[in-house]
């Protein structure tokens, strides 16, 4: 059932300025908003796992969210949402692992990004100059707000951008005629530098002998 209350509704709503739609008739008591993000449903049902005191809360949905247009039926869009015990850094490596899974050659890119309900530890996401999602931990406003006593990782992204970038047919590749080797190499770099534009320009730089590149 896509539909939530008010307070959840207006609670994270990334992907637009629009109010949500309202049923005429509520589907559950109260719950008569169709849902604009994933991520409100998830943390109340973080909330009650709490509540039952279970040790590990690791939480996922798979959904549409329905989008408001002027003058046009709503955008239904499929959106992967998790929410997550892992800090920032552990939930950001879970999405590059299953970008990577569908496309070993997919980079994403974070840039800065500011939501209510997220701390500074946040970031929207980007695939080949599109926006995947976003991606943050919650801050203590957002915390309080859903009566959260532990701290939570959350993120939601399109499942449209990664259909249109992934290569689930294996491709054939030649076999290097030499050894490969690895280097460490350690950067001092200025603090605005990003991991995105530093990685870029090492790709660009390495071309076709460059066969993968990790932040450590």
Known sequence: VSVVEEPLSEAFSPWTTHGALVASTPVLRRADRLRRSLLPSLLAARRTNETLANPEIELFELARVYLPRAQALPHEELMLAVTSGGDYAAVKGLIESLARALNPSLEI????????????????????????????????????????????????????????????????????????????????????????????????????????LQYV
């Open 109 to 212: 890119e974070a840039r800065a990004t500011k939501h209510a309900l997220l701390s500074p530890r946040s970031a929207g996401l980007w695939l080949d100059g599109e926006v995947l999602g976003f991606l943050g931990e919650v801050s203590p406003a957002g915390l309080k707000q859903f009566e959260l006593r532990g701290g939570s990782t959350v993120a939601e992204i399109k499942v449209s951008v990664l259909n249109r970038v992934a290569k689930l047919v294996p491709q054939y590749q030649r076999l290097p005629a030499f050894p490969s080797t690895s280097r460490d190499v350690n950067l001092e770099l200025d603090e605005g530098v990003s991991w995105a534009s530093l990685a870029a320009t090492v790709r660009e730089a390495g071309g076709q002998q460059l066969d993968d």
